[in-house]
């Protein structure tokens, strides 16, 4: 069965400082795989999304980026963090002709 | 510019009753469309699809259903339960197209009174 590890659960980073978040898929090849952030008020709002290995689209224009090393693997990261990129962030995959499979989130507090 | 749209950000109902959810869509390319339901530090959960081609798709309680001409769409919860209660997102999607994107609306709080 396929499964989905996003880690770590919570995370308390001071303004300034990188970020790395990483999520993994087992179970499927080839997924389409997402990051979306929820922030107060916003909804779920789809930061990047890649369809294969090396292959990014940015949604949102920030100092947020993503990588796909592998095809099961999707990292989310930043340089310098800023007290707007607090939020729960939910990697999610999908592949043809399933739904949407979401992790559990990360809840990044920036300070 | 918000292609998914659920304009309701809140909705209380009384146990029993019908719960009825609203997401209009803006991208005449979207031809399948997802409702997931969330609670607080969670991942959303799958409830339910419907793809272009049908108006309707019922499982269970819950029941989606697509106006494409009016570019809208309804989730039905009948009989609305307490354990309901959660924020529920509209997605929708271009299943045939390449680039693969999932597009959420910004979510409806549903809160089920006993």
């Known amino acids: 069965s396929q499964t989905i590890h996003q880690w770590p659960a919570t995370l308390v980073q001071p303004v300034g400082s990188p970020l790395s978040l990483e999520c993994t898929v087992e179970g499927t090849s080839n997924p389409n795989l997402y990051w979306y952030r929820q922030a107060a008020g916003r909804g779920l709002q789809l930061l990047f999304y890649?369809?294969?290995?090396?292959?990014i689209s940015s949604e949102v224009p920030q100092n947020l980026s993503a990588s796909r090393p592998q095809d099961r693997q999707f990292i989310l990261s930043s340089k310098k963090l800023l007290l707007s990129d607090s939020g729960f962030y939910l990697c999610?995959?999908?592949?043809?002709?399933?739904?949407?499979?979401f992790g559990q989130g990360t809840r990044l507090t920036v300070v | 510019d918000q292609q998914v749209k659920q304009n309701s950000p809140s909705l209380s109902v009384q146990e029993g009753r019908i719960s009825i959810l609203n997401c209009d869509y803006t991208n005449s390319m979207f031809d399948y469309f997802l409702w997931y339901k969330k609670y607080p530090a969670e991942g959303p959960t799958f409830l339910i699809s419907?793809?272009?081609?049908?108006d309707k798709n019922e499982d269970g309680r819950f029941t989606v259903f697509l106006n494409k001409s009016a570019k809208h769409l309804s989730l039905h919860i009948v009989p609305s339960q307490p354990g309901d209660s959660a924020v529920y997102f509209c997605?929708?999607?271009?299943?045939?197209?390449?680039?693969?994107?999932?597009?959420f609306g910004k979510g409806t709080k549903l809160s089920v009174k006993p």
């Open positions: 890649s369809v294969g290995i090396g292959q």
């Open positions: 419907i793809s272009s081609i049908k």
């Open positions: 999610a995959w999908t592949s043809s002709g399933s739904r949407a499979f």
């Open positions: 997605a929708a999607q271009h299943y045939g197209g390449s680039q693969g994107n999932l597009i």
